[in-house]
């Protein structure tokens, strides 16, 4: 195993492929573009700046990974990442601005432009290919100075999973690192010249997505591939790509482990799976290949009410936003699967509590259950309370509720959720339109609109209540008859009540009370005009008015 090691450092052929005379690390192809044919008006201008400052200081430097992919099959990459032999500081000091982030594998993010139309170049550097008969104590050669990596003994652990992921190397090995063949080309924009070790572009052309070298080994070394390969899946479905049946093989009997991923990391890719524009072919990839279940708590959710028509509605909506080239926020998405159970314990406490405290309190039990502290305590958090508190507050149209409604940060949110409620019949579709009308709409017709729902709110109030009885014209034998079936404690208060307003301030199924100073105040206006009976008895035009 020394040697081994040695010979590795020396860049000595090893074993087998020694003997065969082939590398370990496959065979380098540079391919030109009569060949692969890939349009360089795809190529974003700013990756292009990247590669040729890196190349006029004396490095290598490629675009890779996806992007490559995307161009061999005539699309337009929405991400452009680029490869090279210089180091983390060294490509930050190249490019006025430039961060180095990530603790288990740094890169580089080089920044074009301000605010919402900046675009990031991400800048990684060849890393060495570490297995299992590499995982002997590791000096290494990656300047950090983050004291969890300084002090790691190994680069692999005993099950073959990749520790430390800052150790440089040639690029060779850089290429045989990666996951998927189609993912393992390189691209330079200046010349043209695509660098392919693992035959991704005849895997493009055959439209096969295959694992490099052994699928079960490159699960072990990074239990995430399993879930980038769903998604990869998933993704390139629609062009037709398949999973190579190899590489598909050891996927249900590696899922366990997944267990040992940090949880932040396994919700990242949850998310990766559902906002990339392919949420419903992902979930659909989960169940053809036996996944559906065990990756990730949340993610079992989302699986099962999938076919809910509100989720459905929502993951569509989500799939549309992302063809279209518009944001997504994954804190409306996940409201919108959470949203069944937040609605169940909300109904089940308005039975003791009042209705805002009872929907608080079923929003913290749902992040209790349903989230933990991943990510649930944090923006994600306020944003998916924020959109769900606004819901019954959009049946308030009155007063300056509307106008703070529509200047909420988070209003378009609020409102995209009510119209996807509206959508599937959860809420009236009357009640969405107005709100989409309002928004837009002048302060004039605001208040015109604002009026004709009070108004529809009275009608709704006086046919919510029930009948009043009409007293008779004439005679007051009627009246004495219907006093004398009631107690006599209560014979003061069988009036009938005022019509139109009174409606409004009664409150529905409860008697007024012999003495209520207002049930006296409606009587003596009932005795007021000339020719009123007796004490007690109804007016001549008191039951016209109810007409």
């Known amino acids: 195993m020394i040697k081994t090691f040695i010979d590795k450092l020396l860049g000595k052929k090893t074993g087998t492929a020694a003997a065969k005379g082939k590398s370990r690390f496959g065979k380098r192809v540079d391919v030109p573009v009569s060949v692969h044919g890939i349009d360089p008006e795809l190529v974003d201008k700013r990756a292009t700046d990247v590669v040729r400052t890196l190349k006029q200081a004396g490095f290598e430097a490629y675009i890779v990974g996806g992007a490559v992919r995307d161009l061999l099959l005539g699309l337009r990459p929405k991400d452009f990442d680029v490869a090279t032999n210089a180091t983390p500081e060294q490509v930050k000091g190249l490019f006025r601005r430039a961060f180095i982030i990530g603790k288990r594998f740094r890169i580089v993010h080089v920044v074009y432009g301000r605010g919402r139309e900046h675009e990031v170049i991400e800048v990684s550097t060849f890393r060495a290919f570490l297995d299992n008969a590499a995982a002997e104590q590791v000096s290494g050669n990656e300047k950090t100075s983050k004291a969890q990596l300084a002090g790691m003994q190994h680069a692999v652990d005993a099950s073959g999973r990749v520790l430390r992921d800052n150790v440089w190397g040639p690029q060779d090995e850089d290429a045989t690192r990666r996951d998927f063949t189609v993912n393992a080309m390189y691209y330079d924009p200046e010349t043209q010249v695509v660098v392919d070790f693992h035959k991704g572009i005849e895997d493009a052309k055959k439209k096969v997505l295959r694992m490099i070298g052994d699928p079960a080994t490159r699960y072990r070394e990074d239990p995430v591939r399993i879930i980038r390969a769903v998604r990869f899946a998933a993704k390139l479905s629609q062009l037709g790509f398949k999973l190579d049946p190899k590489t598909a093989k050891p996927l249900v009997e590696s ?4 267990h040992d991923v940090p949880q932040s990391r396994l919700f990242d890719e949850m998310l990766k799976l559902l906002q990339t524009g392919h949420a419903i072919a992902s979930i659909e990839q989960l169940k053809v290949l036996g996944l559906a279940k065990g990756i990730y708590p949340l993610l079992d959710v989302v699986v099962e009410r999938a076919d809910h028509p509100f989720v459905q509605a929502a993951l569509m909506d989500t799939d549309r936003r992302v063809g279209e080239g518009k944001t997504v926020a994954p804190s409306f998405l996940l409201a919108c699967v959470l949203w069944q159970d937040v609605k169940t314990g909300w109904d089940q406490r308005m039975q003791r509590q009042q209705p805002f ?3 608080q309190d079923a929003i913290d039990d749902v992040f209790d259950k349903r989230i933990g502290d991943v990510s649930g305590r944090g923006k994600l958090a306020a944003d998916m309370r924020e959109i769900w508190v606004m819901q019954p507050r959009f049946d308030k149209r009155s007063g300056s509720t509307p106008y703070g409604m529509v200047a909420h940060l988070r209003f378009r949110a609020g409102f995209d959720f009510l119209r996807l409620r509206a959508d599937v019949g959860e809420v009236d579709e009357h ?4 709100w989409q009308e309002f928004q837009q709409a002048d302060d004039s017709r605001r208040d015109d609109m604002m009026e004709q ?5 009275r009608a709704k109030q006086r046919k919510a209540q029930p009948a009043a009885k009409r007293a008779p014209k004439s005679g007051n034998a009627p009246a004495a008859a219907t006093a004398a079936d009631k107690p006599k404690a209560h014979s003061k208060s069988t009036a009938p009540r005022e019509p139109e307003g009174s409606f409004e301030h ?16 409606r009587r003596r206006r009932r005795r007021k005009p000339a020719g009123g009976g007796e004490q007690g008895g109804p007016s001549s035009d008191h039951g016209s008015s109810e007409d």
């Not at 009640?431 to 107005?434: Q, R, V, Y």
């Not at 729902?453 to 709110?457: D, G, H, I, V, W």
């Open 255 to 258: 899922e366990h482990l997944l």
């Open 357 to 359: 405290p009872a929907l």
């Open 431 to 434: 009640l969405a339109e107005w």
């Open 453 to 457: 729902a009070r108004e529809e709110q």
């Open 506 to 521: 009664a409150e529905i199924g409860d008697p007024p009370a012999a003495g209520d100073a207002a049930t006296k105040k």
